[in-house]
């Protein structure tokens, strides 16, 4: 019982170092929503994918794959931009820039918004195996 008040007063300490500016953003107040993204990816990946594909043909997306392929590609440029261009005009320093969590800046929250597209892109990119178990492209599951 004494681990999980421990855990509890932990993630409670956790709280009280986010940023407030971004804290009612989509998948940033609570690690609850991600955390069921990432079971539901490891339950169809390891155990219902493969067992949907069992006996189907490997399915064919056509052009879906170039196009998935092609947003992420945009999604990364955009990405690139609003950390690039509002680290820039914010005045940041590469080697280290402390956080300045009660600054509504325009430029600052390029940056945080930057950043949270590049969190949602790495819960996107989970699609790329449910593609493979889908195309049973199983080698390139890792």
Known sequence: MDS??????FYDWTLTLADKRVAKWPLIESPLPTIAIVVCYLAFVVYIGP?????RKAMDFGLFLPAY?????ALNY???????TGSYRANYSYICTPLRSDSYDPNEMKVANGVWWYY???IIELCD????TLR????QIT
């Open 4 to 9: 999980i008040n421990r855990l509890s007063a």
């Open 51 to 55: 067992k949907f594909m069992r006996k």
């Open 69 to 73: 392929n092609f947003a992420l590609v």
């Open 78 to 84: 955009y990405i690139l931009h609003e950390v690039v």
């Open 120 to 122: 949602i892109s790495k």
């Open 129 to 132: 195996t449910v593609l493979f």
């Open 136 to 139: 049973k492209r199983d080698r």
